[in-house]
């Protein structure tokens, strides 16, 4: 059972309600589904988007690599563009296992 906390507020002389809440936010308890989604086709999208997209089908947790192996890091999303991506799309995928290499937008790419 939750931890509740009930708070009793005057309304009028002769009426009280009675407010219950849950002592927790509903956004602590909340946890990313342990069970696999399916991975969306995130190819030739720019990163921070592709990144939204694997959020809506409920997979929280992505990484991103440099596609070019020079190991740079990706610090604004919006300025990469995913060029390929593991798993598949249409695979089942976790939290964790989205792997999206990506290129500076501009960079030659097969998009």
Request: no cysteine; glycine share 8%; charged share 15%.
């Given at each position: 059972m939750p931890n509740?906390?009930?708070t009793t507020t005057e309304v009028l002389p002769s009426t009280t309600v009675a407010k219950t809440q849950n002592a927790v936010p509903p956004a602590?308890?909340?946890t990313a589904a342990a069970e696999p989604?399916?991975?969306p086709?995130?190819?030739c999208m720019n990163l921070q988007a592709a990144q939204n997209a694997i959020q809506r089908a409920g997979v929280f947790f992505?990484?991103?690599?440099d596609a070019t192996g020079e190991?740079?890091?990706q610090l604004v999303d919006s300025n990469w563009i995913v060029v390929s991506q593991t798993p598949l799309a249409g695979?089942?995928?976790t939290e964790?296992?989205?792997v999206l290499s990506a290129v500076k937008i501009g960079e030659p790419n097969p998009c």
């Open positions: 509740t906390v009930t602590a308890t909340t989604v399916t991975m086709n995130v190819v992505s990484r991103s690599e190991g740079r890091r695979s089942p995928v964790g296992q989205a």
